[in-house]
């Protein structure tokens, strides 16, 4: 079974920066499209970013595009996504989500596609 760990959340302040991780057990990692997701208090979760098994296409939600990178390390079969000028309205549990793809280079972006979830970090922004 695949497992995901995120890490790297926390409390910031508007205009602050975080990198979150999801450590990932699932080989081989570059057959896996990877996304973050996000659920902020009282809405449902919504998509945040995505990125193919080999690296080469990324997609972004409109509200994080700009602020946010996702990018993986396949050696480390690890996810990352850079968060900068945090706002307020960034304020939610982050979850990482793997999709198995015959193919690495497959984008993926919706929640209904991902197999594999973690258990999610918290970001709090505060102004």
């Known amino acids: 079974q695949v497992q995901l760990v995120e890490s790297g959340g926390g409390n910031v302040q508007a205009g602050a920066s975080l990198r979150l991780s999801c450590a990932a057990s699932?080989?081989?990692?570059?057959?896996?499209?990877m996304a973050w997701f996000r659920q902020g208090p009282g809405k449902e979760r919504e998509f945040v970013a995505a990125?193919?098994?080999?690296?080469?296409?990324?997609r972004y939600s409109d509200s994080v595009k700009g602020r946010f990178t996702i990018s993986r390390d396949n050696r480390e079969t690890t996810l990352y996504l850079q968060m900068n000028n945090l706002k307020p309205e960034d304020t939610a549990v982050y979850y990482c989500?793997?999709?198995?793809?015959?193919?690495?280079?497959?984008?993926?972006?919706?929640?209904?596609?991902?197999?594999?979830w973690g258990p999610g970090t918290q970001v709090t922004v505060s102004s």
């Open positions: 990125i193919t098994g080999s690296a080469d296409v990324t």
């Open positions: 699932a080989q081989p990692f570059s057959h896996y499209a």
């Open positions: 989500a793997a999709a198995w793809r015959s193919s690495t280079r497959v984008v993926v972006t919706s929640s209904g596609d991902f197999r594999f």
